[in-house]
């Protein structure tokens, strides 16, 4: 679904990620792992359009992504979900679920919506709470259905574990489990690898702006467990 060859991305004058080259097939969860600043964020960004490529590939479903817009390629299939979760604080939850699928058409969004809320029952308990008052676990939960509500098939999740208590991590996770259940194929990058790891087929280690291992989970958790990412 998803093939990277050979990426550069270049910020002024410096490299932040140099010959990176991964797939990504339907169905599979695949991992991203490194510490902060390891180019994790940059290559999420990207393949989603956020940030201009200096070489190489990025294809979806054999189109090549790199000459088209951001929006284009959202329209295309792709979910995001980025660090930070970044919700709009002033907007009630049920509008910033609904704005993940702008341009669908009203229909398509409250069909998705009443799916959403079937797997994530606090959309429904806090539907017109403004998303600034929520926590930071609810925050990312409105983010990731933000990110489902285009229905996409590619969901590319960026540190969705970050800066939560152990308690939204496993509810993030069960979440995630159901969207892997409807079949989405999901991208995510996380500095703390141990729980992610428990959701995904494959990974890939990266340290300044290149992939340095590969592997299927059982693999990388070795191999992240020695670089001390768990």
């Known amino acids: 679904m998803l093939k990277v060859d050979n990426l550069h991305v270049r910020y002024g004058g410096i490299g932040a990620l140099r010959d990176v080259s991964l797939n990504v097939a ?32 990025i ?27 970044c919700v709009f604080p002033s907007m009630s939850v049920t509008d910033n679920v609904l704005c993940g699928a702008f341009g669908r058409g009203r229909k398509r969004q409250l069909q998705a919506l009443d799916w959403l809320k079937s797997i994530f029952p ?23 259905a933000r990110a489902m509500c285009s ?9 969705p574990f970050l800066g939560l208590a152990p308690i939204w991590i496993s509810r993030i996770s069960n979440a995630i489990r159901e969207l892997q259940r409807r079949g989405t194929t999901i991208l995510m990058t996380e500095q703390m690898a141990r729980p992610a790891l428990k959701l995904a087929n494959r990974g890939y280690i990266m340290r300044s702006g290149e992939i340095r291992r590969a592997g299927t989970a059982v693999e990388i958790r070795d191999l992240a467990l020695a670089e001390e990412y768990l």
Do not use: H, M, W
Request: charged share 20%.
């Open 26 to 57: 339907v169905g599979e969860t695949v991992l991203l792992i490194g510490a902060n600043g390891a180019g994790k964020s940059s290559l999420i960004n990207a393949i989603i359009g956020l940030v201009p490529t200096s070489g190489g590939t």
């Open 59 to 85: 294809r979806f479903n054999e189109r090549e992504l790199v000459p088209i817009s951001c929006a284009e390629r959202a329209r295309s299939g792709i979910g995001y979900s980025p660090e930070g979760r």
């Open 122 to 144: 606090l959309l429904a308990d806090r539907a017109g709470q403004p998303a600034g008052q929520l926590s930071g676990g609810e925050q990312q939960i409105v983010a990731l």
């Open 151 to 159: 229905l996409p098939t590619l969901l590319l999740l960026d540190e």
